[in-house]
């Protein structure tokens, strides 16, 4: 039972940081991968990146390599996702979600969350 929720979302300006939560409230095994997606009004859902449970393996869609970074707290049950010199396009409600196989797409993701908005506006 995987249930997860995101939070951290928040309207900043470009250049700005912010650090997104997703959390587990199930349990999250070292064959998941946990993934980070975002969808701007009009727009597919995109992949930005995403994790390996078991080994912390990151990756990264080229668009935000070098700016964001993904890290987890097994602890916690949660992932985060640190958001650097944010951009314009970096706006829209971003989503975590959960596969066993790895994938850019968001069709091979499930158990996602309700989502969390993150604004950058000058």
């Known amino acids: 039972q995987v249930r997860l929720s995101e939070s951290g979302g928040g309207s900043v300006q470009p250049g700005d940081s912010l650090r997104l939560s997703c959390a587990n409230s199930g349990r999250t095994y070292s064959s998941h991968i946990l993934g980070w997606f975002r969808q701007a009004p009009g727009k597919e859902r995109e992949f930005v990146g995403a994790i390996r449970w078991g080994t912390g393996a990151t990756y990264y869609a080229d668009s935000v390599k070098g700016r964001f970074t993904i890290s987890r707290d097994k602890a916690k049950e949660t992932m985060y996702l640190q958001m650097n010199s944010l951009k314009s396009e970096d706006a829209a409600l971003y989503y975590c979600?959960?596969?066993?196989?790895?994938?850019?797409?968001?069709?091979?993701?499930?158990?996602w969350g309700q989502g969390t908005q993150v604004t950058v506006s000058s």
């Open positions: 979600g959960r596969t066993n196989s790895y994938s850019t797409s968001a069709t091979s993701y499930s158990d």
